[in-house]
Antibody
Framework: QVQLKESGPGLVQPSQTLSLTCTVA????????VHWVRQPPGKGLEWMGV???????RYNSALKSRLSISKDTSKSQVFLKMNSLQTEDTATYYC????????????WGQGASVTVSS | DVVMTQTPVSLPVSLGGQASISCRSS???????????LHWYLQKPGQSPQLLIY???NRFSGVPDRFSGSGSGTDFTLKISRVEPEDLGDYYC?????????FGGGTKLELK
């Protein structure tokens, strides 16, 4: 059964670094890309970046200077790190899988709610 | 960045009725490989988005045939016939032809 599950701290202080983990099951990170998408409360969806099955990455230029995505294929985990957090980074953060070269995100995690506040 | 303009923002419907959502892109979504990467998602309250339609008109596994997608180039439409209670929620289009990937602003399908 395909599963993606985000985990991380629910509360982060301003200017600090957010670290999230996406743990997957039912498929291999060697065959699938994993994207990160976020959604501020009551608002729409914003694509943040992707780690390819090959290990390369691509980021939204609006976040590029603050964002890093990596993975540990042997542990079926993908990691998101974003620094210099501000209150506008308060959002639910989703990871989603995409079969390599398909361009389609076909399964999403439940989301991790992150609040940036002192 | 490709701007995805989705209309309407809110769409009141009656159960059993029909709904139509438009998504327009600021540039063509035809990829250099000839495919058009425009997809539709439904986000039910309190849930993550779920894939409905991929590459304009292909229903994802398990999606009922009440859902249909059409369009080309920069102009796309999602139609829902015989609306059921489980269809209510926020609908988003997504383009994955260009980077960064961009979503439409969303359409809330709600009961009239």
């Amino acid at each position: 059964q395909v599963q993606l599950k985000e985990s991380g701290p629910g509360l982060v202080q301003p200017s600090q670094t957010l670290s999230l983990t996406c743990t997957v099951a039912g498929f291999s990170l060697t065959s699938y890309n994993v994207h990160w998408v976020r959604q501020p409360p009551g608002k729409g969806l914003e694509w943040m970046g992707v780690i390819w099955n090959t290990g390369g990455t691509r980021y939204n230029s609006a976040l590029k200077s603050r964002l890093s995505i990596s993975k540990d294929t042997s542990k079926s985990q993908v990691f998101l790190k974003m620094n210099s957090l501000q209150t506008e980074d308060t959002a639910t953060y989703y990871c989603a899988r995409e079969r390599a070269i398909s361009h389609v995100m076909d399964a999403w995690g439940q989301g991790a709610s992150v609040t940036v506040s002192s | 960045d490709v701007v995805m303009t989705q209309t309407p923002v809110s769409l009141p419907v009656s159960l059993g009725g029909q709904a139509s959502i438009s998504c327009r892109s600021s540039q063509s979504l035809v990829h250099s490989n000839g495919n058009t990467y425009l997809h539709w998602y439904l986000q039910k309250p309190g849930q993550s988005p779920q894939l409905l339609i991929y590459r304009v008109s292909n229903r994802f596994s398990g999606v009922p045939d009440r859902f249909s997608g059409s369009g080309s180039g920069t102009d796309f439409t999602l139609k829902i016939s015989r609306v059921e209670p489980e269809d209510l929620g926020d609908y988003y289009c997504l383009q994955s032809t260009h980077f960064p990937r961009t979503f439409g602003g969303g359409t809330k399908l709600e009961l009239k």
